[in-house]
């Protein structure tokens, strides 16, 4: 419900972290941001080809807008686009609540992970990853701007469970700080909120990550040894446990 969180990175850097986890099998990042920042994670150009929101407009497979990067995952960027194409997209993602699932499926991409990031608030993407989605990743901050999102992000996900009963949502901990005395309070609180749909594992503030994006790589290969790569490790570890 909140940006300036995280999202785009934890999506990108967990990406990463269960290609590693998880060799042999498919990784997909699919960017339904209209930012179009994902693929810069991974070093990948992609100039002016496009991306899922013009393929979509011309009916195009999914498919064939795959790029694969140096690091195991594979990216289907937003792309490229005019003011006039998104509002063409997104009235076509309203229009047709199943529209992501149903090309992942043609493009034949669901024989993998497909990671999926969403700008912020109830948009027409995040009900298009809602629909689609075994699992919804809610990332925060230990902050109380955050804190205060929790109730409208709840109010949401009771009102999608028409479109898909029974979809298990899980609360990550990005930038944790413990030596902030206010953020590790917001923590406690979160944890006490929150009990088992708090993911056990948080993301610490690292400026590796940062220092990552600017060299357009995942901080695993960026370093390979610092604090944000051993908890994105094992949050993946974590994660494979959770939904099997």
């Known amino acids: 419900m909140k940006g300036g969180v995280g999202k785009t990175s934890t999506t990108a850097n967990l ?25 810069l994670h991974f070093g990948i150009e992609t ?30 960027p937003y792309g490229p686009f005019t003011e006039p194409e998104r509002q063409a997209f997104e009235a076509l993602l309203d229009t047709h609540p199943h529209w992501v699932g149903e090309q992942l499926a043609q493009a034949g991409l669901q024989d993998g992970i497909v990671l999926i990031d969403t700008p912020p ?4 993407y ?20 955050s804190f205060l999102t929790i109730p409208a992000m709840e109010t949401w996900l009771h009102d999608m ?7 298990p ?13 206010l953020r590790r309070d917001v923590a406690e609180i979160l944890r006490h909120n929150l009990g088992e749909r708090l993911a056990p594992i948080g993301i610490h503030s690292d400026e590796a990550v940062g ?10 290969q960026y370093d390979p040894h610092c604090q944000a790569t051993q908890d994105l490790q094992r949050l993946a570890s974590w994660l494979g446990q959770a939904a099997a």
């Open 15 to 39: 990406a990463a972290a269960l290609a590693q986890a998880n060799p042999g099998t498919p990784i997909y990042g699919l960017d339904l941001d209209p930012q179009n920042s994902l693929h």
């Open 47 to 76: 100039g002016d080809a496009p991306g899922v929101c013009r393929q979509s407009l011309a009916d195009g497979d999914w498919h064939d807008i795959v790029q694969a990067s140096q690091y195991g995952v594979h990216c289907l």
């Open 121 to 124: 608030g109830p948009t027409v």
């Open 126 to 145: 995040l009900r298009q990853a809602f629909a689609c989605a075994d699992l919804v990743l809610i990332v925060l901050l230990a902050d109380a701007a």
């Open 161 to 167: 469970a028409e479109l898909h009963p029974d979809l």
């Open 169 to 181: 949502s899980i609360y990550i901990l990005n930038q944790v700080d413990s030596a902030s005395t």
């Open 211 to 220: 220092e990552a994006l600017a060299f357009q790589q995942p901080v695993l």
